[in-house]
């Protein structure tokens, strides 16, 4: 069974730094897509970042600069270093398996993503 564990999250003030981690088990993660999404209260789940078999990246606007997604050199761990960090940025954030090699146009879409974690809160106060 395919399990996808987050940690690292928590409260810090604004301009803060966390480093979320990703631990993906019983599936090989060196060959797909892999991405973090975040989730707002009374918010649509949107997408963060991705990482491909080759190591390619992609981030949504509000995040680039100051996040930066990677892969141990196994691979079976997904990072997210979240740097500067905002109030906005205040969310349950996921790591979410993509059953392609190369991260899609349509990367940024859930519904693509097919093996989810459960969650790690990250909280930023002004």
């Known amino acids: 069974q395919v399990q996808l564990v987050e940690s690292g999250g928590g409260s810090v003030q604004t301009g803060g730094s966390l480093k979320l981690s990703c631990v993906v088990s019983?599936?090989?993660?060196?060959?797909?897509?892999l991405a973090w999404f975040r989730q707002a209260p009374g918010k649509e789940r949107q997408a963060v970042a991705s990482?491909?078999?080759?190591?390619?990246?992609t981030y949504r606007d509000s995040v680039k600069g100051r996040f930066t997604i990677s892969q141990d050199s196994t691979k079976d761990t997904l990072y997210l270093q979240m740097n500067n960090l905002q109030p906005e940025d205040t969310a349950m954030y996921y790591c979410a398996v993509n059953p392609k090699f190369y991260c899609p146009d349509s990367w940024n879409l859930p519904r693509d993503y097919i093996y989810w974690g459960q969650g790690t809160q990250v909280t930023i106060s002004s």
């Open positions: 990482i491909d078999v080759d190591g390619g990246t």
């Open positions: 019983s599936f090989n993660s060196k060959k797909y897509c």
